[in-house]
């Protein structure tokens, strides 16, 4: 199954919470809006000035203004300015009445007490206005959208310290392996360290989506069962390992003797074939392949966009050398943008179980099963690794 198929299959299976929580807002980065926000203060809350300056009245400035006062954010006192005469301001001070321009300090020249004029000064200059930014009931961000850093600032801008967030799926994480030991444990020459599932939770934590680890499952059916068993109050459980085919493969057999049904058996994809998908109820179960480049990518094109439309940050370049890849499949090349043109890593040869070729690239590149070749100096579109 391609991946477009397959990311559409688990569409039509997966049903999200719809339900809602309210978090403090240092914890909503990534987070779905559940309601409409609307704002509660102008912004700016009154007339100020855009930078350090002189407060005036543009029609007086044939004549030198004399300073009377200081102006200083956080002053309460309002100020009033007479005919020719002006305010030294600060940036965020509140503007004096009579003044409808700020002169910047640099530009002017000060003799004494009083301040001429630039000869480029225009009416307004500097002048921030209440509520130009931002009107009292105006929809600030509607329900739906994720919470990116702007949006926090906006919200914490208008004194909002808690806000109600759509609830995400719980997400279980397993790997999969006798030969898998945990990176604070010493490895003998025969043990591989557990790379898979912090890559896996780092990959979710990019989206703003939390995860559990839940440790590592061995190669025993009852094992296999009792671990998924464990998991049953997740929305999603993720296990690497366990998905090629073989004579110590449990995965298939425990899924069918816990009533899960298969969604798709393989992705016609290199790297990341062997990746399937199960769902129950609603709930949904991915073994991801044990090669560390396999299961990163399979996470990142399934998973991600799964939880999270617009999840990837797409660049068009240039190909910088002719590529050949095995058509009947999508093909994944690993590489990096240099001057406007990809360059694939280590000329696009890698093996699934790399993690440096991953390490060393920014970008993929992913070709359509049709293509067999990818010319040089040809428009691509790329896809760069979170």
């Known amino acids: ?79 009033i300015i007479g005919k020719n005469e002006c305010i030294k301001i600060m940036t965020g001070a509140k503007m004096p009445k009579g003044a409808d321009t700020v002169m910047r300090f640099e530009d002017c020249i000060v003799e004494s007490e009083f301040v001429k004029a630039p000869e480029k000064l225009k009416k307004g200059d500097a002048y921030r206005f209440k509520g130009e930014e931002a009107k009292i009931g105006e929809i600030l961000l509607k329900s739906g959208e994720i919470l990116n850093t702007r949006s926090v600032m906006m ?24 030969e898998i030991i945990e990176p604070w444990q010493r490895a003998s020459e025969d043990e591989i360290y ?17 995860s559990s680890y839940l440790g590592i499952i061995k190669d025993e059916l009852s094992a296999v069962k009792q671990a998924f068993l464990n998991a049953t109050n997740y929305d999603i459980i993720i296990c690497s390992g366990g998905a090629s085919a073989g004579e110590a493969d449990f995965m298939k057999i425990a899924m069918s003797e816990l009533g899960y049904s298969e969604i798709f058996s393989h992705l016609d994809i290199r790297p990341g074939r062997p990746c399937k998908a199960y769902e129950k109820g609603g709930k949904l179960v991915f073994v991801l392949p044990g090669n560390p480049m396999a299961a990163y990518l399979c996470l990142m094109m399934l998973v991600l966009p799964l939880l999270k439309n617009e999840c990837f940050v797409t660049q068009k370049a240039i190909n910088g050398e002719n590529l050949k890849v095995k058509s009947g499949r999508a093909n994944v090349v690993f590489g990096n943008v240099v001057d406007g043109k990809f360059i694939a890593t280590n000329g696009g040869k890698y093996g699934s179980g790399m993690i440096n070729h991953i390490l060393k690239s920014d970008f993929v590149l992913i070709t359509s099963p049709d293509q067999s070749e990818i010319s040089q100096n040809s428009e691509i579109s790329l896809i760069k690794l979170p």
Request: charged residues 20%; neutral net charge; contains cysteine.
């Open 194 to 210: 557990n790379a898979n599932a912090f890559g896996i939770t780092a990959l979710l934590s990019s989206i703003g989506q939390k």
């Open 155 to 178: 919200l914490a801008a208008q004194g909002i310290s808690f806000i109600d967030v759509k609830k995400q799926p719980s997400i279980a994480v397993y790997s999969s392996g006798n």
């Open 1 to 79: 199954m391609l991946v477009n198929e397959a990311l559409g299959a688990l569409k039509a299976k997966f049903k999200p919470k719809n339900e809602s929580e309210i978090l403090p807002l240092s914890d909503t980065l990534g987070k779905t809006l559940a309601n409409d926000v609307m704002a509660v203060k102008d912004l700016p809350c009154f007339d100020n000035s855009a930078l350090d300056g002189f407060a005036v009245k543009f029609d007086e400035k044939n004549k030198p203004y004399k300073i009377i006062a200081s102006a200083f954010a956080g002053d309460k006192e309002q100020l």
